[in-house]
């Protein structure tokens, strides 16, 4: 598709209007990118990267630095505390099941609901005490020469309770009659059992933290992102494993946006984050 070229002027004005509406600088950053890949200016630059558009930005970004969302994070105990009162896994539903696995999964992969959404069993390797998934989409953080990591959820088998990787094997198991070919590893637990949405699996996990007792007008399915990261840091995982897991390229961002200290109420990552 052609682009077209605008005036620098009403460009400026465009996203000078939506500052005084009051949006964000990562919410205009974001409208500069979308007008750039289609307008050019008169001269044929990209406009986003127009001297009077970088320096409107730069003048944002001083009035309105970008802010986390949250000043401090719960603390991962409070879910696992009430995960482990579940009872054995051959006496749970399928819905109980699907709770306490995607609940595990976001915390011990630390990955957003958009991967976790992406897991394919056409996609796993199944070892004796893993489950390795390859992620062939592209995610958020995908760019150029960025190849999305795997994600394994190994066996914890300290608590074997909490042990993402018996939960899943469980669900697998239960699910396997009820699939009818469908791939994608989160289902849903009634009728009809087809792939769920993205925002189907948000609901779960603040389903789970409201449960557990976590404030979910406050926090939502994301914030087990920052939660997981904050415990894994907590417990002196070198920083460079929490980016490389978590899909990051600047300690900055773990660091502005995710390193929580984390509100009270081994080895790898996961155990990590497991044995808090």
């Known amino acids: 598709m052609g682009g077209f070229s605008a005036p620098v002027a009403c460009v400026a004005n465009f996203l000078s209007m939506l500052f005084d509406q009051g949006f964000s600088y990562s919410f205009l950053n974001t409208a500069r990118s979308a007008l750039s890949a289609f307008m050019s200016a ?32 719960w603390d991962v105990a409070v879910v696992l505390n009430y995960l482990r009162t579940f009872q054995s896994l051959e006496d749970l539903s399928l819905r109980e099941v699907t ?69 899943l094997k469980h669900y697998l198991h239960m699910t396997e009659k009820l699939r009818q070919g469908e791939t994608r590893l989160f289902i849903s637990y009634i009728n009809p059992h087809k792939a769920v949405t993205k925002d189907t699996l948000a609901r779960w996990i603040c389903t789970v933290m409201k449960l557990a007792g976590i404030d979910t007008n406050l926090y939502s399915a994301h914030s087990t992102r920052a939660s997981s990261v904050s415990a894994a840091h907590a417990k ?41």
């Open 99 to 167: 709770l306490k696995l995607v609940m595990l999964c976001a915390l011990v992969s630390a990955q957003r609901v958009q991967t976790l959404h992406l897991l394919d069993i056409s996609q796993m390797v199944l070892h004796t005490d893993k489950a390795v998934f390859n992620i062939h989409c592209n995610i958020k953080q995908s760019r150029p020469g960025y190849r999305v990591p795997q994600i394994s959820f190994l066996d914890y088998s300290l608590e074997p309770e909490i042990s993402v990787f018996r939960v």
């Open 42 to 73: 008169p001269q044929r630059n990209t406009i986003g990267l127009h001297p009077f558009v970088s320096k409107l930005l730069r003048g944002v970004f001083q009035m309105r630095p970008p802010a986390s969302r949250y000043s401090q994070i």
């Open 236 to 276: 002196q995982v070198p920083t460079n494993d929490i980016l490389q897991l978590a899909g990051w390229s600047c300690e900055e961002t773990f660091a502005r946006f995710y390193c929580k200290p984390i509100q009270k109420t081994g080895n790898r990552f996961a155990d990590s984050v497991m044995s808090t």
